[in-house]
């Protein structure tokens, strides 16, 4: 049995599951932003336990998808999404290689435990629904989903509320809610607000 932590976007979370999963075997990142992907590749050089590619991912089985990126491609907020509708900055057409869903979860087995985290930019209705629908559901022991409904017009609330029932049918824990799951903008927050109060308790009681 192996144990499999997978990130769809957001490649800064095999550094938190790296710390907080260490006894893992392997890390596999996914994410069509270059710059991204580049900074990854540096960041996780020689750790053999690493594997990160440069492709979207998506539920069909194509060579090319258009993603549409962010027009402000620097260090920290560089990002894409699949939605052209998406509420955010100035957004800029691309085109980048892409592979489908079926192919992650390729080689993966049912005694193996896997843990997958997805902050995809909206894409992520679309593989829950396919994981959920072909069966692929099965091979993840354990789920987080960073939600961007509230950002995307064109996702409706009934199908947002649909997929989060259909995923506590299976079993797993997701909130919903419009935030990391796997908890890194979550601690970021908690330290700052428990900064901001720590240094509030010491300036009353000066």
């Known amino acids: 049995m192996a144990r499999i932590f997978i990130t769809l976007g957001a490649l800064r979370t095999i550094a938190k599951a790296l710390r907080e999963l260490s006894d ?35 539920v069909q089985d194509e060579d090319l998808v258009e993603v549409t990126l962010y027009e402000d491609m ?24 892409s592979i489908p869903i079926d192919q992650v979860f390729a080689g993966i087995s ?3 435990y896997v843990v997958l985290s997805l902050d995809v930019e909206g894409k992520e209705y679309d593989i829950l629904e396919y994981l959920l629908g072909s069966g ?4 993840v022991d354990k789920l987080y989903c960073e939600w961007h409904r509230n950002r995307i017009p064109s996702i409706q609330e009934e199908r ?11 079993g797993f824990d997701v909130t919903g809610e419009p935030r990391d799951e796997f908890g890194y903008k979550r601690a970021v927050v908690l330290h700052h607000r428990f900064g901001f109060l720590h ?3 010491s300036t009353r009681t000066q």
């Open 136 to 139: 692929l559901i099965k091979l």
């Open 110 to 112: 049912g005694d193996d």
């Open 24 to 58: 893992f075997d392997l890390y596999i990142g996914y994410d069509p932003v270059r710059v991204l992907y580049d900074e990854a590749v540096a960041e996780f050089a020689g750790n053999n336990r690493v594997r990160i590619y440069n492709f979207a991912v998506d």
């Open 199 to 201: 240094q509030l308790l």
């Open 74 to 97: 620097s260090p920290g907020k560089a990002g894409s999404t699949f939605f052209k509708d998406k509420i955010t900055g100035k957004l800029k057409p691309t085109r980048c290689l």
């Open 160 to 170: 947002h509320k649909q997929l989060v029932k259909r995923l506590h049918q299976e």
